[in-house]
């Protein structure tokens, strides 16, 4: 089974800091995918980033990198100059891999409050 | 737009009564997944459906039915509702052949109230 953990309930911050959302997982297997997604207000679940076991590079996209570290079992999210735009609930996932179709098991999610 | 349709974006009912979610999957997609948000329980996932059939199973209640048809949308039947049973219900969708099969793509959700 795997697991998620996403100990920052709520982080708030102002406008052009920088802020860094953590998440921690735990799984058995050894070929796994990891995700985060956004939720803004309106409600749905937009996809950010995909990473797959095998690949630690970092990623940067614009003002948002991940840092992938299987020693700590780590996948952490930041935001560079944070803008108000950026104000969401924040759900780092993982599915097992091999089968390429799995069910995907969320964190508790972050929720960011940017202010102006 | 992630290309994932759901209807109806709401759904207001009564205790006992039965329901149907419907999700278009994006175009070439053969995997759809139902999840469930509630505030309690987070985001969990219900099932999946990969080509017309059931590929795997989660926290779904007896109460709660699911299928895929032949065109690859999905519907997700949820009967004898409880006030507990409110939530965001979302269907997602995956598996697109010749592109990234592992990545799912949301639908803007149905958010159910049971009164």
Redo the contacts between chains.
Sequence with gaps: AQKVTQAQTEISVVEKEDVTLDCVYETRDTTY?L?W?KQPPS?????LI?R?SFDEQNEISGRYSWNFQKSTSSFNFTITASQVVDSAVY?C?S?A?GT??????????TILTVHP | D?GVTQTPKHLITATGQRVTLRCSPRSGDL?V?W?QQSLDQ??Q?LI?Y?NGEE??K?NILERFSAQQFPDLHSELNLSSLELGDSA?Y?C?S??RVGG??????????T?LTVL
């Design positions: 995918y995700f997604y409600g749905e679940l937009v996809f995909r797959n759900f996932a599915n891999g390429s179709y799995g069910k995907l098991t969320f964190g508790q999610g | 992630s995997s997944y999840y987070g985001l996932f999946q990969y590929r795997a989660g965001l979302f997602a995956s598996g990234n099969t592992d990545t799912q793509y949301f639908g803007p959700g958010r």
